[in-house]
Nanobody, 119 residues
Framework: QVQLVESGGGLVQPGGSLRLSCAASASIVSMNAMGWYRQAPGKQRDYVASITSSGSTDYADSVTGRFTISRDNAKNTVYLQMNDLKSEDTAVYYC?????????????WGQGTQVTVSS
């Protein structure tokens, strides 16, 4: 079982920045992809960004140009740099990891970290 622990959330003013971290209990090199999702109150959990084991990145349209996902394999940590934050970015942010072993897929989730954008 892989444990994912998020950190870095908090309260920030509109236009501000935050960097989220996701520390994994296992080598993230073994993960096919890692990413971030978010869930606002009363809404479904939505995709934010992902990064593959080869370093390819992908973003939701709503965060493209403002958020950057990266990984540090030596630290088994994935980051989400969030700039120009808006009130609609307020949500609980969850780290996600996906691993394939032959034809079996495993998904792992962190416990979430709250991001609140408000003046």
């Amino acid at each position: 079982q892989v444990q994912l622990v998020e950190s870095g959330g908090g309260l920030v003013q509109p236009g501000g920045s935050l960097r989220l971290s996701c520390a994994a209990s296992a080598s993230i090199v073994s993960m096919n992809a890692m990413g971030w999702y978010r869930q606002a109150p009363g809404k479904q959990r939505d995709y934010v960004a992902s990064i593959t084991s080869s370093g390819s990145t992908d973003y939701a349209d709503s965060v493209t140009g403002r958020f950057t996902i990266s990984r540090d394999n030596a630290k088994n940590t994935v980051y989400l740099q969030m700039n120009d934050l808006k009130s609609e970015d307020t949500a609980v942010y969850y780290c996600h990891a996906e691993r394939w072993v032959i034809t079996t897929r495993s998904d792992y989730w962190g416990q979430g970290t709250q991001v609140t954008v408000s003046s």
